[in-house]
């Protein structure tokens, strides 16, 4: 049976023990800051990112990942002698998809399969960790994409952001157009649908955002079993990604906690002060574990 290995984009933000125990190769996407282009992750931290940008005067743009990059990744496995799953960013966000499906047209040779998660962020690694997990448990091709759409079709992302600014600047506002000019003390709950980002509601402050990330979370997952997975990612926002996540292994039971940082490239487009909320619910405990 054919070795399956599994492509994904640096948005998704796996720590490296993961990427390099599960055989996950990451493509990054690019920051651009002036005349710099850092890879995402690679040549710029989450850390890095945020400190600089407090202090910025000119504001970064962000690029899809590179055809090439892609191509060179689908070469080297497929000369290894794998089958490829790539799953990456919402099409409806990033070209990455599109960078993707270029690539693989370089490499007709090699099987490649390539999954649009709809989503970023958490919900995007735990697409992509299942489907490493069974590959390396020897699932097929076929199978480790059956996990991951079904993980897709089971999994939502709620954010609060501390302003509209950022998204708004660099075109990915979607949805969320309609809280522009409001007051600039109320703070935005943004979620994706379709893989668009889509206005909630707002509120009040950053604490009662938070709170309310916790009751969209209750709401969701009720009555709905396993609770495989919540995760918090956030953008220098790590004691109230803390608080929350305290509270998560206090009052829910999920089968597997993720805390994450948001990467540049999503960081380039929320802004500091990003909070967000996944999980994945309902997904049968046998297809992840076959």
């Known amino acids: 049976m054919p070795k399956v290995a599994i492509v994904t984009d640096s948005t998704a933000y796996l720590p490296e023990d993961l990427v390099s125990s599960h ?15 850092l890879r995402d992750n690679i040549d710029i931290s989450p850390n890095q990112f945020y400190e600089r940008l407090a202090d910025a005067k000119n504001m970064p743009s962000t690029s899809q990942a590179a055809i090439t990059d892609f191509a ?34 370089l490499v007709p040779e090699a099987r490649i399969e390539l999954v649009d998660s709809r989503f970023t962020s958490i919900p995007l690694a ?21 996990i991951a759409e079904s993980i897709r079709e089971n999994t939502q992302l709620f954010f609060a952001v501390d302003t509209l600014e950022f998204l708004h600047r660099g075109g990915r506002i979607g949805g969320a157009s309609r809280f522009l000019g409001t007051a600039l003390d109320l703070k935005p709950i943004l979620y994706l649908q379709g893989g668009k980002i889509e206005a909630l509601e707002r509120v009040r402050t950053s604490k009662r955002a938070h709170q309310r990330l916790i009751e969209l979370l209750e709401t969701s997952v009720s009555g709905r079993s ?12 790590e004691e109230a990604a803390s608080k929350l996540l305290m509270q998560i292994e206090r009052d829910f039971d999920p089968q597997e906690v993720l805390l994450a940082n948001i990467s540049p490239v999503i ?12 999980y994945v619910a309902g997904v049968n ?3 992840l574990n076959e």
């Open 226 to 237: 396993p609770i495989n997975m919540i995760g918090i990612a956030s953008a220098a926002a």
């Open 72 to 105: 060179e990744v689908f070469k080297k496995l497929h000369n290894e002698g794998y089958e490829i799953l790539t799953i990456v960013m919402s099409a409806a966000l990033s070209g990455t998809l599109d960078s993707a499906i270029q690539a693989k047209k």
């Open 285 to 287: 405990l046998d297809l």
């Open 267 to 278: 960081g380039t487009h929320t802004g500091p002060g990003t909070v967000g909320v996944a």
């Open 126 to 146: 735990y697409m992509v960790l299942s489907a490493a997990r069974a590959a390396k448990r020897g699932a097929t091709l076929e199978k480790c994409k059956e």
């Open 23 to 37: 055989n996950i190769t990451v493509v990054p996407l690019l920051v651009i800051w002036g005349d710099e282009i």
